[in-house]
């Protein structure tokens, strides 16, 4: 069987959750076959962070690409980025990589395309709401990405970077997250929205907000890698 590789610790809860959900998702398909094979890489998140912050992107590439070294060193077939913000970087990335990748922002956009949605909000960080990576790819199918106003983006990313990466998840949160996504429904006429972080899904648990359909990126990546697997 072919080996999982992981770049983790893009933030730790994220990573957590790609593993219980590649152990579990695996088990649910082949109750009787031993569990997939999975290395994890737990690589250094503030400095990811400060690279995007400071506009580094070349040294954010860089970085990822010496830590995907290391899992193909340890014995990696292919490989998942467990985190949305650093898919700024996904393309140079993709090209010199020593393993394969599966891209988070495709495997959403298949299966945005598969549901037949075509107007789609996006939650994530700022550097996500506010970068071209996730309408480009959207809208080779045709799909428009509709992102929260300013105000809200930024109640988003500080709650993101204050209390979700730390693993905090409130319910006085939650809730005026589901605001927000009504907002987007109700200004654009969305279908669905996308947790286009992967702590997003730790908190806004379930299949809908607001009447809205959202779409689990870490699930939906979970899922492609298993695809892979298979293949």
Do not use: W
Not at 79 to 101: K, Y
Not at 129 to 139: E, G
Not at 156 to 163: D, L, Q, R, V
Not at 183 to 203: F, M, N, S, Y
């Amino acid at each position: 069987m072919k080996t999982i590789g992981l770049i983790g610790g893009l933030g730790p809860e994220s990573t957590v959750d790609y593993y219980r959900s590649l152990i579990n998702t695996y088990h649910a398909r082949h109750p009787d076959a031993d569990p997939p094979s999975i290395i994890i890489n737990s690589v250094n998140m503030q400095y990811a962070l400060r690279c995007t912050r400071e506009d580094r992107l070349q040294d954010l590439a860089e970085f990822l690409l010496l830590e995907l070294q290391k899992l193909a060193a340890a014995g990696a077939d292919f490989a998942l980025i467990t985190a949305n913000t650093p898919h700024l970087v996904f393309d140079e990335v993709e090209q010199r990589s020593p393993l394969p990748l599966i891209s988070i922002v495709q495997a959403t956009a298949e299966r945005a395309t598969q549901s037949g949605f075509k107007r789609l909000g996006l939650l994530g960080t700022r550097f996500t709401m506010q970068a071209n990576f996730y309408p480009d790819v959207f809208a080779r199918n045709q799909m428009q990405i509709y992102v929260p106003e300013e105000n809200d983006q930024t109640y988003i990313h500080e709650k993101y970077f204050g209390e979700l990466v730390k693993g905090v998840f409130l319910d006085e949160t939650r809730d005026r997250l589901r605001e927000i996504i009504a907002r987007v429904k109700d200004r654009h006429g969305i279908q669905a929205a996308i947790l286009g972080g992967t702590e997003l899904p730790l908190i806004l648990q379930g299949r809908e907000a607001a009447g809205v359909p959202l779409l689990d990126t870490t699930r939906i990546h979970v899922e492609a890698a298993l695809a892979q697997l298979d293949q």
